[in-house]
């Protein structure tokens, strides 16, 4: 087991950014570099990597408000207990009321209500306007670039780049709603950040292959086959008089390991992975002492850095790293401060610049 501290993450982050070669808001692929190197210093060239469980098999939280959004024919003609209409209905209505409970990647606001049209371009899902969320906000460009080019609605932006053959079944419910947000992961989410910043590349700046047998070709086909309630089963719970339902990820995953692995293992949920990052200290609502990240946040981000870009708006840029320097928050699903994470980006962007002579933008 390897367990980097925040020291060693910070100290990672630039090496992360060359090697991926794109912005990065968070210290996953810091974490994955520092891995790989383990595992390269203990002797091991080759590798197995669990990449596309959870993008084929719908371990992730967000998947199941798209679930949610109708009923699960296939599996009806299996036998399996399933919600009804009216409770899929309410559940969903409970279910986006509580709000998101991880998130450890978004840039700026989402809501389960806005983006309609970008939504009703892939049949009303919710998935990739989360990940548009990732996306930088339009205050961190210059207003020239903003006269320019305009502001973008990449909920949009993300639906408009699949195939118009498969946005058609999912508006026309071809596909149920949880295989179209499958399908939206595996062409956006997975290929340009799972298998990228968190797979091959930060593996191979250690010299290690990564092989992940969760997208072997003949499994993936044959999870696309499965009717969704495979994936995320359902579970009706009767107490008291009262029925309620619970939802278990990637659960034919788990039936096939069930005889392998212990009961605590195989009833594990599903969590986000955080990085170490430490607490911030406090006091009277003000930073008590400067953390290793807002140190190094402090020393990276100058005025002088982020008018060499040409685009970024560094009366905003200035602002959010002071109001962040002052003020941090802990967000209490252990991810970085949303804050921390934009300034994240506009480092990427620095080092970037630096380490591939890139010229200073200009309209």
């Known amino acids: 087991m390897v367990t980097p501290t925040e020291s060693q993450l910070i100290d990672y982050f630039e090496r992360s ?52 959004r109708s009923i699960d024919n296939a599996s009806r003609l299996l036998g399996i207990p399933l919600p009804t ?55 961190i460009f210059t207003a020239d670039v903003l006269m320019r080019h305009g502001p973008q609605d990449h909920t949009i932006i993300i639906a408009e780049g699949f195939l118009a053959d498969s946005r058609l079944k999912m508006v026309n419910r071809v596909w ?7 399908y939206t992961d595996c062409h956006s989410h997975l290929p340009n950040w799972g298998l990228n910043i968190l797979g091959d590349r930060a593996e191979m700046a250690n010299s290690i292959e990564g092989r992940p047998p969760f997208l072997d070709h003949c499994l993936s086909e044959y999870a696309q086959q499965l009717p ?18 619970e939802f278990t990820e990637k659960f034919v995953v788990r039936e096939a390991v069930k005889p392998f692995v212990t009961e605590e293992v195989f009833n594990r949920r ?57 003020s941090p928050a802990t967000p209490a699903d252990g991810g970085l401060d949303k804050r921390a994470r934009l300034l994240l980006i506009v480092v990427s962007f620095i080092i970037l610049q630096e380490q591939f002579n890139i010229p200073t933008f200009t309209l």
């Open 176 to 182: 149920h709603p949880l295989d179209s947000a499958l």
């Open 228 to 245: 969704p309630s495979m994936k995320l089963f359902p579970r009706c719970i009767v107490q008291d008089g009262r029925t309620s339902w």
């Open 270 to 326: 599903k969590v986000q992975y955080n990085s170490p990052i430490a607490h911030h200290v406090t006091e009277n609502g003000s930073t008590k002492y400067f953390s290793s990240l807002q140190k190094y946040l402090k020393g990276r981000v100058s005025q002088e850095a982020v008018e060499k870009l040409g685009w970024a708006n560094w009366i905003y840029i200035g602002e959010l790293l002071s109001d962040y320097l002052q």
């Open 17 to 68: 950014v060359h090697v991926a070669e794109m912005p990065i808001s968070t210290f996953h692929c810091a974490g994955k570099i520092i891995l790989s190197e383990h595992v390269h210093k203990k002797g091991f060239k080759v590798v197995l990597t669990g990449e596309g469980a959870d993008e084929v098999f719908a371990g992730y939280a967000y998947f199941l408000v798209d679930y949610l």
């Open 85 to 139: 209409e009216e409770e899929l209905t309410l559940l969903l209505k409970e279910r986006e009321a509580r709000g998101f409970p991880q998130d450890h990647i978004s840039l700026g606001k989402f809501s389960f209500d806005d983006a309609v049209f970008g939504r009703d371009l892939l049949g009303g899902i919710w998935f990739h306007r989360f990940w548009a969320a990732q996306c930088v906000t339009v205050d």
